[in-house]
């Protein structure tokens, strides 16, 4: 178990550009999830996968956000042309999960954003 | 709308006191409960969970929560507090059922501060 890692651990961006985070959970984990947290306050949900299947997404998650989870394995989240509210820790988690929803997330330690 | 709360942004005791971090919650149904806690610098860690049965469940480090079904609350105790609890503290509830079960969500958290 190498836990779930993040690349990269910060990353400071101009206003409008894109940015590309990295999440690799833990291997036999089927499902990962990824948040936000701003400080101050608790992680927020953005969204789910089970497997590759994109499941579930919150309404924070605006059409300038995409994530993707290639064959069931890693998952990137993108922010298109970012904006200065998009400053946070973004942070992933994995869990083996089956039918049911009682099973505990492993987080990852998150990548800081900052939008200058 | 589904919440958590910790009705304290800060828990102070002193080591070898007993403390309680406080956390309720607003949900239809029946949820399941967790307390994660972070320390510096590292990812959330799950410290334990109530799905069903006994009130009082036991989790990592000698942590322990009680549910209380009438007041919606799931506070986190510790009989004698140490030094290296010193922590942000998160509650959490997920809804097994109604489209969003991939979602944990999170009160804001609670800074716990042990003093030697």
């Known amino acids: 178990d190498t836990g779930v890692s993040q690349d990269p651990r910060h990353k400071i961006t101009k206003r409008g550009q894109n940015v590309t985070f990295r999440c690799d959970p833990i291997?036999?984990?089927?499902?990962l999830y990824w948040y936000r947290q701003t400080l101050g306050q608790g992680p927020e949900f953005l969204t789910y996968f089970q497997n590759e299947a994109q499941l579930e997404k919150s309404r924070l998650l605006s059409d300038r956000f995409s994530a993707e989870r290639p064959k069931g394995s890693f998952s990137t989240l993108e922010i298109q042309r970012t904006e200065q509210g998009d400053s946070a820790m973004y942070l992933c988690a994995s869990s083996q999960g089956e039918g049911h929803w009682n099973e505990k997330l492993f987080f990852g330690s998150g990548t800081q954003l900052s939008v200058l | 709308a589904q919440s958590v709360a910790q009705p304290e942004d800060q828990v102070k005791v002193a080591e070898g006191n007993p403390l309680t971090v406080k956390c309720t919650y607003s949900v239809s149904g029946n949820p399941y409960l967790f307390w994660y806690v972070q320390y510096p610098n590292r990812g959330l860690q799950f410290l334990l969970k109530?799905?069903?049965?006994?009130?009082l469940v036991k989790g990592s480090y000698g942590f322990e929560a009680e549910f209380n079904k009438s007041q919606t609350s799931f506070h986190l105790k510790k009989p004698s507090a140490l030094v290296s609890d010193s922590a942000l503290y998160f509650c959490a509830v997920r809804v097994p059922y109604g489209g969003s079960q991939g979602n944990l969500i999170f009160g804001k958290g609670t800074k716990l501060s042990v003093k030697p």
């Open positions: 291997s036999e984990h089927n499902r």
């Open positions: 109530y799905i069903t049965g006994d009130n």
